[in-house]
């Protein structure tokens, strides 16, 4: 399928680090996981943490994008979620507070992020660019990991 995304639009692999200690978030609630009813992946505030954080602490991006993991029946899901930058360094509340916390909640180190796009609180994003993103972002993401996954059991063999 031929994209109309340009370079500077296609999702990136990012890592996540820990949350810098600097980053403030002193009264902001986070809540417990909601579950969807097939318990297939999380769903809930994560914008809104992601908003939160960047209004608090200056100099921090609003990033979204999507999380790619292979669920319990080791096929690869696929969700949409925001987190944060600052200067290179990108960090997730979400997972740090929420579903880090959540005993029920999968291990976050098997979770891959790809970015999509970023802003800082005051700029308005274009929605419809940003869901053309998520559908390319689930064809080719999950294609990516496969393949890797493939090269991956094919060396260890």
């Known amino acids: 399928m031929k994209s109309d995304l340009?370079?500077?639009?296609?999702?990136?692999?990012?890592?996540?680090?820990?949350?810098?200690p600097t980053i403030d978030l002193r009264e902001i609630a986070f809540e417990p996981v909601i579950k969807y009813p097939d318990n297939s992946k999380p769903q809930g505030k994560c914008?809104?943490?992601?908003?939160?954080?960047?209004?608090?602490?200056?100099?921090?991006?609003?990033i979204e994008g999507s999380v790619v993991f292979k669920n319990k029946n080791n096929e690869?899901?696929?969700?949409?979620?925001?987190?944060?930058?600052?200067?290179?360094?990108?960090?997730d509340v979400t997972a740090e507070e929420v579903w880090e916390k959540d005993?029920?909640?999968?291990?976050?180190?098997?979770?891959?992020?790809?970015?999509?796009?970023?802003?800082?609180p005051a700029e308005k994003t274009d929605q419809?660019?940003?869901?053309l993103i998520t559908i390319e972002v689930s064809n080719s993401m999950i294609d990516f990991l496969e393949t890797?996954?493939?090269?991956?059991?094919?060396?260890t063999q």
């Open 6 to 20: 340009n370079e500077k639009e296609r999702p990136k692999i990012v890592e996540i680090f820990k949350k810098p």
């Open 47 to 62: 914008l809104f943490y992601a908003l939160e954080v960047a209004k608090k602490n200056s100099g921090v991006e609003i």
């Open 76 to 91: 690869w899901s696929i969700f949409s979620h925001a987190w944060n930058r600052i200067g290179i360094l990108d960090f």
């Open 103 to 120: 005993e029920e909640f999968e291990s976050t180190n098997q979770f891959k992020y790809a970015s999509t796009i970023s802003y800082f």
């Open 128 to 131: 419809d660019k940003l869901e």
């Open 148 to 155: 890797k996954a493939d090269a991956k059991n094919d060396s």
